[in-house]
């Protein structure tokens, strides 16, 4: 229905990023800063790369767009199961 209807929902799922709120964070509670310098942190000019990229490709539909330092921009694929409504 929604594809018929124009409408597509994605997921973006940015790991940590570097914004004001996390600078906030970790000058209220330093003790983070040491798990969070071990999974990295990326800049908002990814997860905006990431945004533009769902934005563009019509293709992609219910898709889980995954953000991450390591990885840059990949894909989740959920395995397809009969979920009663």
Request: proline letters at 4%; aromatic letters at 4%.
């Amino acid at each position: 229905v929604a594809i018929e209807s124009g409408v597509r929902l994605n997921c973006i799922c940015p790991s940590i990023v570097q914004t004001d709120l996390l600078r906030k964070s970790l000058e209220r509670d330093p003790s983070v800063k040491q798990f969070i310098d071990q999974l990295g942190k990326q800049t908002v000019d990814v997860v905006a790369e990431g945004f533009i990229q769902l934005l563009n490709d019509e293709d992609k539909v219910g898709e889980a767009m995954r953000i991450s330092v390591q990885n840059r921009i990949d894909y989740h694929t959920f395995s397809e199961q009969n979920i009663p409504l």
